[in-house]
């Protein structure tokens, strides 16, 4: 079966780095998408990758490994803002977004 | 205004009644996608539609039905609620000329059946 790995829960503190990390099996791989979600509201898109590697968008990277079936998020100078959801999804060989549950990050002062 | 509008945003119901959620969209968009979400679970594709005349099942479709009635609009019925359909529901729009083929979400439809 395809399966989406991310800790449950993360704790950091503001002004800190955070890395949630992602493990996945598919049916193969077409890319993998981060989102966040704060409580009640949409999912934002936040990152693509689809080649191994690092990609960096500002405070947030993405890093992907294909070989390892293994993807994280950095957060950099974490902000209050910042306590969220973090879904980590991955695009299958039929296209298929294939979703993990999420990383509930709590920022602490 | 919000690109992707999702109606209503909440909802009580009983069982067994009728529901229809509304989806539209101005983003110009010719993919739309149905997902729930539910507590410790990850989003989960109900229905999806490529275009107007393409209507496709997602993992979960049953007790779902959907209709696409114009490129902008993509509807959610449950025929006959169940207390295990509450959940989130979050319509989705995608553009197949992206190439990261990143998903845009509405507010989300909070369902309650008792």
């Known amino acids: 079966g395809q399966n989406i790995d991310q800790p449950t829960e993360m704790t950091a503190t503001e002004g800190a780095i955070v890395q949630i990390n992602c493990t996945y099996q598919?049916?193969?791989?077409?890319?993998l998408f981060w989102y966040q979600q704060h409580a009640g509201e949409a999912p934002t898109f936040l990152s693509y990758n689809v080649l191994d590697g690092l990609e960096e968008k500002g405070r947030f990277s993405s890093f992907l490994s294909r070989s390892k079936g293994y993807s994280y998020l950095l957060l950099k100078e974490l902000q209050m803002k910042d306590s969220a959801s973090y879904l980590c999804a991955v695009l299958d060989s039929n296209y298929q977004l294939i979703w993990g549950a999420g990383t509930k990050l709590i920022i602490k002062p | 205004d919000a690109d992707v509008t999702q109606t209503p945003r909440n909802r009580i119901t009983k069982t067994g009644k009728r529901i229809m959620l509304e989806c539209s969209q101005t983003k110009g968009h010719d993919r739309m996608y149905w997902y729930r979400q539910d507590p410790g679970l990850g989003l989960r594709l109900i229905y999806y539609s490529f275009d107007v005349k393409d209507i496709n099942k997602g993992e979960i479709s049953d007790g779902y039905s959907v209709s696409r009635q114009a490129q902008a609009k993509f509807s959610l019925s449950l025929e006959s609620a169940i207390p295990n359909q509450t959940a989130l529901y979050f319509c989705a729009t995608s553009d197949s000329g992206r190439d990261t083929g990143e998903l845009f979400f509405g507010e989300g439809s909070r369902l309650t059946v008792l």
């Open positions: 598919t049916s193969g791989f077409n890319g």
